[in-house]
C-alpha cells in the first residue's frame, strides 16, 4: 500500500491572489457589532471603558483617502498626547497610524513607558480582546 500525500491546489503567477494586491477595504465596511464580542460580557459585569467613544456612522462611509487625512490631522494635532499602539496581527490600513508596532506583550511594555501620554490608543485584533 502506498500513501499519497494531498498536494496543494496550484497558484497561477499570472493571476495573483486577490488578498495579495487588494489591501483596500471599500468604505463602510467595517461597522462595529455592539451586540457582539465582548460588549455583552463588559455590561454584565458593570465595566465600561471610561474614555471610549461611539464611533459616529458618518466615519465608516468615508472614502479610504479622506478617512486618513483626517486621522493623520487629528494624530499629529494630538502630537505627544497621543501614542497609537499597532499589533502587528493588525491590517496595513490601520497599522500605518501606529507609533509603535509589535505583539500585545511588547505593546504593553511601549504603553507602560508612555504614562505622559493623555490618550493610548491600542489597535489590536479582534480575537484577543
Request: hydrophobic content about 40%.
Given at each position: 500500500m502506498?500513501?499519497?500525500?494531498?498536494?496543494?491546489?496550484?497558484?497561477?503567477?499570472?493571476?495573483?491572489?486577490?488578498?495579495?494586491?487588494?489591501?483596500?477595504?471599500p468604505a463602510?465596511?467595517?461597522?462595529p457589532?455592539?451586540?457582539?464580542?465582548a460588549?455583552p460580557?463588559?455590561?454584565?459585569?458593570g465595566?465600561t471603558a471610561?474614555h471610549?467613544q461611539?464611533i459616529?456612522?458618518?466615519?465608516?462611509?468615508?472614502a479610504?483617502p479622506?478617512r486618513?487625512?483626517k486621522?493623520?490631522?487629528l494624530k499629529?494635532?494630538?502630537?505627544k498626547?497621543l501614542?497609537?499602539l499597532?499589533?502587528?496581527?493588525?491590517?496595513?490600513?490601520?497599522?500605518?497610524?501606529?507609533d509603535f508596532?509589535?505583539d500585545?506583550?511588547?505593546?504593553?511594555?511601549?504603553a507602560?513607558?508612555?504614562?505622559d501620554?493623555?490618550?493610548?490608543?491600542?489597535c489590536?485584533?479582534?480575537f484577543?480582546?
Amino acid at each position: 500500500m502506498v500513501l499519497q500525500l494531498p498536494t496543494a491546489p496550484a497558484v497561477s503567477a499570472e493571476k495573483p491572489l486577490p488578498w495579495l494586491t487588494d489591501t483596500q477595504l471599500p468604505a463602510a465596511s467595517c461597522v462595529p457589532e455592539e451586540t457582539a464580542g465582548a460588549y455583552p460580557l463588559l455590561r454584565r459585569y458593570g465595566v465600561t471603558a471610561p474614555h471610549q467613544q461611539k464611533i459616529p456612522r458618518e466615519y465608516f462611509k468615508l472614502a479610504g483617502p479622506e478617512r486618513d487625512e483626517k486621522i493623520w490631522s487629528l494624530k499629529h494635532q494630538l502630537g505627544k498626547d497621543l501614542v497609537v499602539l499597532g499589533h502587528h496581527y493588525q491590517r496595513d490600513e490601520v497599522i500605518q497610524f501606529a507609533d509603535f508596532r509589535g505583539d500585545s506583550f511588547k505593546l504593553s511594555q511601549q504603553a507602560a513607558g508612555r504614562a505622559d501620554a493623555e490618550f493610548i490608543l491600542f489597535c489590536g485584533v479582534h480575537f484577543m480582546a
